[in-house]
């Protein structure tokens, strides 16, 4: 006869092998849960044989082993040790590839502390790229539903690349350009050329893909892929599809997607030179009313978000600032009829909207950045070249010259210079001559 304990052994394991068998048949609902919330990992057959490997060796254990790591790499990150976090901050991500924070954080170590310390600015390239492929081509493999790698990636175009802070940004720029031109000669895709060894080397050197390049260009009209506002665009856009309504990711990247058309619409065509050594941005004005009607229904559904609303505004200042500057000035007080109505503190009325418009064209270059100012020069040689009235034409030249003069003569020194100085008056006139005449 069996006694107690026996038999109490045996009701355990009983019900032990009945709840495995119940898991069991949980597991393929759950897989697919996962799958409709987008939180389905990497398959191990798909990641590297390294994190594989880690998974495995470390099992419950790889948490504590990467929490002891964090700590050490957050203390040399304060003693700026910064080559030596490298090798930690690899380490992570071996430890934890699906935590998306982890390669945030080895990606901008690379791509910002340890390319400025790097005094030749092909050097700094090298890592600011490296910090780019490691989010594209490592990071979203292991995380490919992640709102926030697709974030970090548009920040470094739209920061690292596209602004002035950095004095190598004009290499960064060019490296963008010459990447792209490998594969697409004039900077479009053109959707009944796309052959399957253009798709293949986007997808190796961008980690684009065509057809969501192809579904933007639908949307706004050919876009020119050398511009790093476009890229911008691309990884705002196509990170939206993995951010929930109304959350902290949503935003993030629906301001960046909102900024990137903002800065296309201002400069969103790039002219060059026959030998490429100097190169000019042209209005898409065209993108306006596109952009509104998106603003437009954003605050539809927000109309209380504060941060919608300026972004709005800003736009709405550009479009008007744009279309003064090229001397259409019926466009420019429709918009600005609009931006009154957005922006409190703007009076609406024509006699305001020349009060504003005189003081905006009349600002001291200084006080502008590098695209402001080359787009004011050159909407002036525009004016300048195709008018038919001989004083019109020199009063605009003129004016042109003058304003790139006191532009110049605002840098500070050297080194300002360099980093957000425009090209000589004559290069630029001989390029707009030269495009206007093609």
């Not at 709102?147 to 175009?157: A, N, R, S, T, V």
């Not at 008018?387 to 042109?400: E, H, I, L, P």
Request: hydrophobic share 40%.
């Amino acid at each position: 006869m069996r006694n107690p304990g026996q038999i109490r052994g045996i009701i355990l394991i009983a019900a032990g092998l009945g709840l495995l068998l119940l898991s069991g048949s949980l597991h393929s609902n759950l897989i697919e849960m996962r799958k409709v919330e987008h939180l389905q990992q990497v398959a191990p057959e798909d990641t590297t044989p390294l994190v594989a490997l880690t998974t495995v060796a470390f099992g419950g254990f790889r948490g504590l082993v990467a929490d002891a790591l964090w700590v050490r790499a957050n203390k040399m990150q304060e003693e700026a040790q910064y080559f030596e976090m490298v090798q930690l901050a690899k380490w992570i991500t071996q430890l934890e590839p699906r935590v998306p924070e982890v390669w945030s954080f080895q990606a901008w170590n690379l791509a910002y502390n340890i390319s400025v310390l790097f005094p030749e600015f092909e050097d700094r390239w090298r890592w600011v790229n490296h910090g780019l492929d490691l989010l594209r081509k490592e990071g979203l493999t292991q995380n490919p539903n992640s709102p926030e790698l697709f974030w970090d990636i548009g920040w470094m175009f739209q920061h690292k690349i596209g602004m002035e802070f950095d004095s190598a940004h004009r290499l960064y720029k060019q490296k963008i350009k010459e990447q792209v031109v490998a594969i697409l000669p004039d900077g479009y895709l053109y959707e009944d050329q796309v052959t399957p060894q253009i798709a293949e080397a986007l997808e190796e050197t961008f980690a684009m893909s065509v057809d969501e390049m192809l579904l933007l260009e639908t949307l706004y009209g050919p876009l020119d892929w050398r511009l790093p506002a476009t890229h911008v665009l691309y990884w705002s856009s196509t990170g939206l599809a993995f951010s929930d309504q109304e959350n902290n990711n949503n935003r993030r990247l629906r301001r960046m997607q909102m900024q990137s058309l903002g800065q296309l619409m201002r400069s969103g065509r790039m002219i060059e030179s026959e030998d490429g050594s100097l190169s000019i941005k042209l209005p898409r004005t065209e993108l306006i009313p596109l952009v509104i009607s998106e603003y437009e229904n954003m605050l539809a559904a927000s109309p209380y978000n504060h941060y919608l609303k300026r972004g709005f505004s800003n736009f709405l200042n550009d479009a008007t600032l744009v279309n003064a500057d090229y001397g259409d000035l019926s466009n420019a007080y429709f918009y600005y009829q609009k931006l009154a109505e957005v922006d409190e503190n703007i009076q609406p009325g024509e006699e305001a909207f020349q009060a504003y418009i005189q003081y905006q064209l009349t600002r001291n270059p200084g006080e502008l950045n590098y695209d402001e100012a080359m787009t004011r020069v050159v909407a002036l040689l525009i004016q300048s070249l195709t008018t038919d009235n001989q004083v019109r034409s020199r009063g605009f030249k003129q004016m042109a010259e003058q304003f790139h003069r006191l532009y110049q003569d605002s840098r500070t020194n050297e080194e300002h210079q360099a980093r957000t100085g425009l090209p000589p008056f004559n290069q630029i006139y001989s390029l707009v001559e030269a495009y206007l005449e093609s």
